[in-house]
């Protein structure tokens, strides 16, 4: 079995992942990064997630939010709705930075494998969550990684949802008795969920589509 | 002519490349990553180069050292003098932080290229400074790029220093007035350079080597 570090955002994929995660390690470690989002909420998701699983969660701030202008961090609006191309919620190599801390994290806790909930199949089009770009960070990432250097050993990058689609990320998640209720996917800071943001509209449509009510609470309902 | 950002530590090798990227950029822009390292003095060095310059320096905090174990953050004693593999002061993944941090600015800045002061010639043996790992980082860095998914036009990485001596490092700066003094190579947190540490006995050495008098000044001198 495999000691794993899992890039928990407290969102529903991430949750899901860690749940899984939790299943094939024989030691698994939470890391959150906190970096400016304006949905801070989601650090409480997964502090919650982290605790129900009985696993260490390890909180870093890294302000990427002073160097890239983006609706996550409050410099845009929050686009409602699906949108064409990369939308504004587009966080600049979020993932690249996510995954470089989480392998120099590996090396201190002779981890094996970082899961990350990316999925490129419901998604909102970040580059960062396509298949091709997890290969080639795999790759560079061993690069720098002492480990590899010196034994050709690989950190593995773990992306169990990649190719699933909301719908049946709900299913496994459901079959794993993931709570739902507290997981965050909603872009925005409210106090309860706005259910018309693209994260969140990707979400109902997918609990809808299961047939089940979502237990999260939403605005207006 | 095009838009660079140089990762500036303060160092040797990263002030002679920002002096080389400040003749080949119509603008640029410093970044300096504080990361928890001990010898902060590094971030003073940086700002007088920067000022040096005319560049104008960001700095972001990034505790990489809440993560990792390393000298340079101060739960490794410095070793003194080469050592064999690679040494305590390995700070796991910095270069893959830092790159993507500074890829993450690009995309703000509409940056086209972003300079690092990496050399493995006469260098402590990190693996995240040999060329492989600048090459593949490129690779995986533009393909988290919104204008390189958008356009297929590359961010560049630029390394000047890639494949020189230290001793050529030292010609180059001579030859474009980089003021050595201002520079700080050492890896203790001293009010002088120790003279003794990797990072010092390579600087030492090379500027004896080139027949000039280094200009930093050091302990017991």
Redesign the interface.
């Known amino acids: 079995m495999s000691k794993g570090i899992i890039l928990l955002s407290g969102g529903l994929d991430s949750s899901v992942t860690a749940y899984i995660a939790k299943k094939e390690c024989k030691e698994l470690n939470a890391l959150f990064v906190e970096y400016g989002q304006r949905h801070i909420r989601e650090w409480e998701s997964s502090s919650r997630i982290a605790e129900s699983l009985g696993v260490p969660l390890?909180t870093?701030?890294?302000?990427?939010s002073?160097?890239?202008?983006t609706s996550l961090t409050g410099q845009k609006a929050v686009p409602m709705g699906p949108s064409d191309?990369?939308p504004d919620t587009?966080?600049?190599?979020?993932?690249?930075?996510f995954l470089?801390?989480a392998?120099?994290?590996a090396?201190?806790l002779e981890a094996d494998r970082v899961y990350i909930g990316v999925n490129h199949i419901d998604y909102s089009g970040y580059?960062?969550c396509?298949p091709?770009?997890i290969e080639?960070?795999q790759?560079?990432?061993n690069?720098?990684?002492?480990r590899y250097?010196?034994t050709g050993v690989k950190t593995r990058i773990m992306t169990p949802l990649l190719q699933l689609s909301k719908k049946e990320i709900i299913r496994v998640g459901l079959g794993l008795e993931v709570p739902f209720g507290l997981t965050w996917s909603c872009y925005q800071g409210g106090e309860k969920a706005c259910g018309k943001c693209d994260s969140c509209s990707i979400r109902l449509a997918a609990f809808e589509a299961v047939g089940i009510q979502d237990p999260l609470e939403y605005e207006g309902k």
Chains 1, 2 share one sequence.
């Open positions: 390890k870093i701030s890294v302000p990427i002073e160097l890239v202008e191309g990369i587009w966080v600049p190599q979020r993932n690249s930075i470089a801390l392998f120099a994290y090396e201190t580059p960062d396509r091709e770009f080639s960070a790759i560079t990432l690069m720098a990684s002492k250097v010196a």
